[in-house]
């Protein structure tokens, strides 16, 4: 099974737009479960697109995918450095697609709980360049909504970095 085979037919041509993405993770990673590689590219797509929604790609921003990328499957082993220089490759095209074409197979594979993880990394990567922006924040809250977590999983986890919002 590929990543395209969780989307129905018309999802399919812009699911293609990430799915270079996908496929160098499943060649570097031949040996990883299907349903890892596709959590762990919609995982760092979703980390890209918070780290690019402000046309910017703070150093910061990519030195915290790393360290998030490389903290979150214990149990598989992947090269956290080499998975966030490709998420980084692929920063424009993640840019340019919807938010749901991510989070439709987190929403198969993980848990609510693991799904809030999520929430909060998402929130790490906006904090991790000294602040969190609203546009930030606010592709956040779309992503939350698409993972199917309630308002209070958002002002949980935004709480977490409550001394990186801008005040203007």
Not at 138 to 153: A, M, V
């Amino acid at each position: 099974m590929g990543l395209l085979d969780f989307f129905k037919a018309e999802d399919k041509e812009e699911v293609k737009k990430y799915s270079g993405l996908y496929e160098q993770l499943a060649q570097e990673y031949d040996s990883l479960p299907e349903n890892e590689l596709v959590i762990l590219s919609c995982i760092a797509g979703l980390m890209a697109r918070v780290a690019y929604v402000d046309f910017e790609l703070h150093a910061n921003e990519v030195k915290k995918m790393q360290e998030l990328i490389g903290q979150w499957n214990k149990k598989v082993e992947f090269d956290h450095e080499l998975t966030t220089q490709m998420a980084v490759k692929y920063v424009k095209e993640m840019a340019g697609i919807e938010n749901h074409l991510l989070v439709h197979p987190l929403k198969q594979f993980l848990s609510i709980d693991q799904r809030y993880q999520v929430l909060e990394t998402l929130f790490l990567i906006a904090a991790s360049d000294g602040n969190v922006a609203g546009i930030e924040s606010e592709e956040i809250r779309t992503i939350c909504k698409g993972l199917e977590l309630s308002n209070q999983h958002f002002l949980a986890a935004r709480a977490e970095v409550s001394d990186f919002f801008m005040t203007r």
